[in-house]
């Protein structure tokens, strides 16, 4: 309930008693039960704990308390209290002898006077013998209660041991003696060895020889009158080395900050921290400072713990220099372009730079991973570039446009190959744009388009055929052509019998020889074969007979 159930946290001090409002040596919190208001309230908490049913010897339950209460004075039965029941929570049987009742009035053991008169009672120990419970589930119930009457209050604070058997473990076994402590806030103390028929000594404390192996002791718990039963507990000695357990090396970007934190296997609290260097941490004495430093830095943690025993490790933190990302690139390209992209920042050696440009199609075809690349657009529009630096755990991120123009496709058609003197066709792609022509041995002043042009070239030899085109948008496309011009075969009939021809008698011609040349003579009917470059007839009557000679351009030649 809110107010009168209250979770306490922190290094706070009750407000009358001025003792900690957490249980010294317990845990991280304590529950308040009540307030100091007034108004005949009371609460109540009830802890569960389930005893082993094989525990059937020695099973105790530690817990700390402290209560605060007026004294206006009344019967008993009307004063401000503080109760501790502990029941079978199954048959609502009592545990044998571990109720027991605080209630407000003057000569309580172990209570003081604060000013105004209010009784406090500081942090104390009691113990809950459950070993005749095995295998039963076991409610204890906290109870805190004003006065009856209304007038006057009463609180208290609860925490309860997790633990149910404590063990004493050294961690520097080099150490010659060693201090055994029992609970706080009983009457009388009796320290015994294992065996229980050693008395080893009567304080609450008991300073002994540090073993060499694990040891069991016992300490007698003689609690103050009409508080319980007395008790006996056993602790155990063991020896263990003290290891550090902490964050591992580790890296940030400069300007960042990390948290390391740090531990220890000793159990013997409280635990003092030590860190350094001390210029770029929050806290050194503290668990888990926050680091912030500039350049690389080894963190050296020592943790000592109640017996002095200590250990030292420590943690390495990368620092990462800065990243910084800048898109510098011009405003507008044509489309197809190479365009130059700048990461335009100083940035440290080996950073490395993750270039985006697909979102609009685009393509880095030079400079993958550094810090200029070149890339280029197939299509017009506004284009997005992106860039993240990165160096190690820094990063830093841009993005800027580019508008890309529309490219002009300068093309044109006509055949790879023509004969001298013969005309050529050319003909263009049509658009809106400016035709610049560059041809070998000819010249097309014209710059707009045409359908066509005729050209004749006299000389053989390749002829290269450029052409430029230049759209509204300034952007220029460039093709260029080889067209061979080629001369002409040579047509020359060579009569190998030059005399005169009897009628009937046979002849032979024959032309000049050429790489790839074709043959055709006529009229066909005259000779044997009409393709060969050597032909044979038979004289029949006087006429004439014919050549024709093409070459691989089909380029013609006649006799």
Same mark, same amino acid.
């Given at each position: 309930m809110a107010g009168r159930h209250t979770l306490m946290s922190g290094a706070g001090v009750? *407000?009358?008693?001025?003792?900690?409002?957490?249980? *010294?040596?317990?845990?991280?919190?304590?529950? @308040?039960?009540?307030n100091s208001n007034i108004g005949a309230e009371a609460e109540r908490a009830r802890y569960y704990v389930r005893v082993p049913a094989n525990q059937n010897n020695i099973y105790t339950l530690l817990y700390s308390y402290a209560v605060v209460f007026q004294n206006p004075g009344h019967g008993q039965t009307d004063q401000p209290r503080f109760e501790v029941t502990v029941f079978d929570s199954a048959t609502g049987v009592p545990a044998p002898c571990n109720d027991f009742t605080h209630v407000s009035g003057v000569g309580l053991p172990g209570f003081q006077t604060a000013p105004g008169g209010v009784l406090y009672k500081p942090w104390s120990t009691a113990s809950i013998d459950l070993s005749s419970m095995a295998g039963r589930t076991v409610a204890i119930d906290f109870t805190s209660g004003d006065c009856a009457l209304g007038g006057h209050y009463g609180y208290a604070y609860i925490d309860v041991a997790c633990n149910f058997f404590q063990t004493h473990t050294l961690y520097c076994p080099d150490n010659p003696t060693y201090t055994l402590s029992a609970p706080p806030g009983f009457?009388?103390?009796?320290? @015994?060895?294992? $065996?229980?028929?050693?008395?080893?000594?009567?304080? !609450?404390?008991?300073?002994?020889?540090?073993?060499?192996?694990?040891?069991?002791?016992?300490?007698?718990l003689e609690p103050y009158p009409g508080f319980g039963c007395p008790d006996t507990i056993y602790t155990t000695f063991s020896i263990s080395n003290m290891t550090i357990d902490h964050t591992p090396d580790t890296a940030l970007c400069s300007g960042t900050s990390v948290q390391l934190s740090s531990g220890t296997n000793s159990t013997s609290a409280p635990l003092a921290y030590s860190w350094s260097p001390a210029a770029?941490?929050? +806290?050194?004495?503290?668990?888990?400072?926050? /680091?912030?430093? $500039?350049?690389?830095?080894?963190?050296?943690?020592?943790?000592?713990?109640?017996?002095? +025993?200590?250990?030292?490790?420590?943690?390495?933190? @990368?620092?990462?220099?800065?990243?910084?990302? %800048?898109?510098?690139?011009?405003?507008?390209? +044509?489309?197809?372009? $190479?365009?130059?992209?700048? =990461?335009?920042?100083?940035?440290? *050696?080996?950073?490395?730079?993750?270039?985006?440009?697909?979102?609009?199609?685009?393509?880095?075809?030079?400079?993958?991973?550094?810090?200029?690349?070149?890339?280029?657009?197939?299509?017009?529009?506004?284009?997005?570039?992106?860039?993240?630096?990165? =160096?190690?755990?820094?990063? /830093?991120?841009?993005?800027?446009?580019?508008?890309?123009? %529309?490219?002009p496709f300068a093309n044109f058609e006509g055949d790879k190959d023509v004969c001298v003197g013969m005309p050529w066709t050319l003909r263009p792609y049509p658009q809106n744009a400016i035709y610049e022509w560059t041809i070998d041995g000819q010249s097309i002043s014209e #710059? %707009?388009? @045409?359908?066509?042009?005729?050209?004749?070239?006299?000389?053989?030899?390749?002829?290269?055929?450029?052409?430029?085109?230049?759209?509204?948008?300034?952007? #220029?496309?460039?093709?260029?052509?080889?067209?061979?011009?080629?001369?002409?075969?040579?047509?020359?009939?060579?009569?190998?019998? /030059?005399?005169?021809? +009897? !009628?009937?008698? %046979?002849?032979?011609?024959?032309?000049?020889?050429?790489?790839?040349?074709?043959?055709?003579?006529?009229?066909?009917?005259?000779?044997? =074969?009409?393709?060969?470059?050597?032909?044979?007839?038979?004289?029949e009557k006087e006429g004439y007979v014919y050549l024709v000679v093409s070459n691989q351009w089909n380029c013609v030649s006649r006799e």
């Open positions: 009750d *407000p009358v008693g001025g003792f900690p409002v957490v249980a *010294p040596g317990g845990g991280k919190y304590s529950l @308040r039960l009540g009457q009388t103390y009796e320290w @015994r060895d294992a $065996s229980l028929q050693n008395i080893l000594g009567t304080n !609450k404390d008991l300073t002994i020889p540090t073993p060499t192996t694990t040891t069991q002791f016992a300490v007698i770029t941490l929050s +806290c050194t004495n503290c668990d888990s400072p926050i /680091a912030s430093p $500039s350049v690389t830095t080894k963190y050296y943690i020592t943790i000592t713990d109640k017996d002095g +025993c200590d250990a030292t490790d420590s943690i390495l933190v @990368r620092v990462d220099e800065k990243v910084f990302a %800048e898109i510098l690139v011009a405003d507008t390209f +044509c489309a197809f372009d $190479s365009v130059s992209i700048i =990461n335009d920042m100083l940035n440290p *050696p080996n950073s490395d730079f993750r270039w985006n440009l697909n979102e609009d199609y685009g393509t880095i075809i030079h400079g993958l991973g550094n810090d200029t690349i070149i890339g280029t657009w197939p299509s017009p529009g506004l284009k997005k570039i992106k860039v993240e630096a990165i =160096n190690g755990l820094c990063k /830093a991120n841009d993005s800027d446009y580019v508008y890309i123009k %529309e490219k #710059t %707009e388009f @045409r359908d066509a042009f005729t050209l004749t070239w006299n000389t053989t030899g390749e002829k290269m055929v450029r052409l430029k085109v230049i759209n509204e948008s300034g952007c #220029t496309s460039f093709k260029e052509e080889s067209i061979g011009v080629h001369e002409y075969p040579i047509a020359d009939i060579i009569p190998i019998q /030059a005399e005169k021809l +009897c !009628k009937g008698k %046979e002849y032979e011609l024959s032309a000049a020889t050429g790489y790839r040349y074709a043959y055709s003579w006529s009229p066909p009917q005259y000779f044997s =074969n009409n393709r060969s470059q050597t032909v044979t007839g038979r004289a």
